[in-house]
């Protein structure tokens, strides 16, 4: 059933005065419609829908996929989420396929992901309310949640290389301006190192040589503890050995048992001896 709120392109974002639209083909189509929204970057994210601009002013960026959920559309978000931030600086951005709800939402949905830090569940929620039908494909959300622990990952590394970049535009700032300004950008990057417990590569390698030695250490020391428990706990066990212990699985209880046995045998009746030997 056509539903009377479907629009051809729905604002997603804004940035800087400029806008962010996820929309349809014929969005696309209408150069008009395009022109009257500010738009000046187009990204189409679908194959064999012809969509061109004979007249300048427009850049335009096909991507062939297709909306099935074995495609690989990861391998788009790093050149997309780039397209669609240059085209912010520039004007209006439009992001199309063939009806905007499956890969042209994932591309940006990824972008909001990567630009605002935020996890694929909150990027997805935040897209569909401003454009209802937006629901990318299993495969697509799959890809979309592994580009979330990516994302994660690389921000890890980026929190590890910031001192090391800081200090390297610091010096290189320090270069063009007067020496004064230089003393103090080193004093802001000896207070960033001190905050962030900023560990180098030859650091971290003299921490893990003094853990490992460290761990050499108390393994001699619990191997010696064994030791002498192992020692101590045989010379308990000798003790207790019986000297007339026959080696026939019969331990000294038994033997004193016996002897025991045979002694009281030796006062009773013959009858009764007898008896006990049965």
């Not at 150069?31 to 994210?45: A, F, N, P, Q």
């Not at 495969?139 to 200090?167: C, M, W």
């Not at 010096?171 to 007067?178: A, M, P, Y």
């Not at 019969?250 to 045998?265: F, H, L, T, V």
């Amino acid at each position: 059933m056509f539903d009377p709120m479907y629009q051809s392109m729905n604002q997603i974002l804004e940035e800087s005065g400029n806008i962010l639209w996820l929309g349809d083909c014929t969005a696309a189509y209408d150069r008009s419609l395009l022109d009257g929204k500010g738009i000046k970057t187009v990204l189409t994210v679908a194959s064999g829908l012809n969509v061109s601009y004979s007249e300048g002013g427009m850049v335009h960026k096909v991507y062939h996929i297709l909306d099935i959920e074995s495609s690989n559309i990861a391998r788009l978000f790093p050149e997309t989420s780039q397209q669609i931030a240059e085209g912010l600086k520039r004007g209006g951005v439009l992001v199309h396929c063939a009806a905007g709800v499956s890969r042209s939402a994932s591309v940006v949905i990824a972008f909001i992901m990567k630009t605002r830090g935020w996890l694929f569940q909150e990027a997805f929620e935040f897209v569909r309310k401003r454009r209802s039908v937006v629901f990318p494909n299993y495969g697509f959300q799959r890809q979309l949640r592994n580009y979330e622990k990516d994302l994660k990952q690389s921000k890890v590394q980026v929190s590890l290389d910031t001192p090391i970049k800081q200090i390297q535009k610091f010096q290189q700032e320090g270069q063009k301006e007067k020496v004064e300004q230089l003393g103090n950008v080193e004093q802001k990057v000896k207070s960033v190192c001190n905050k962030t417990n900023f560990l180098t590569p030859q650091k971290q390698n003299q921490k893990q040589r003094q853990l490992y030695q460290s761990a050499k250490v108390n393994y001699a020391k619990q191997y010696q503890v064994i030791q002498n428990s192992t020692r101590a706990s045989s010379s308990v066990k000798s003790n207790l050995v019986d000297p007339q212990f026959n080696f026939t699985n019969q331990g000294p209880m038994i033997i004193s048992y016996q002897q025991q046995r045979k002694k009281a045998a030796e006062k009773m009746p013959e009858i009764n001896k007898r008896n006990l030997y049965k």
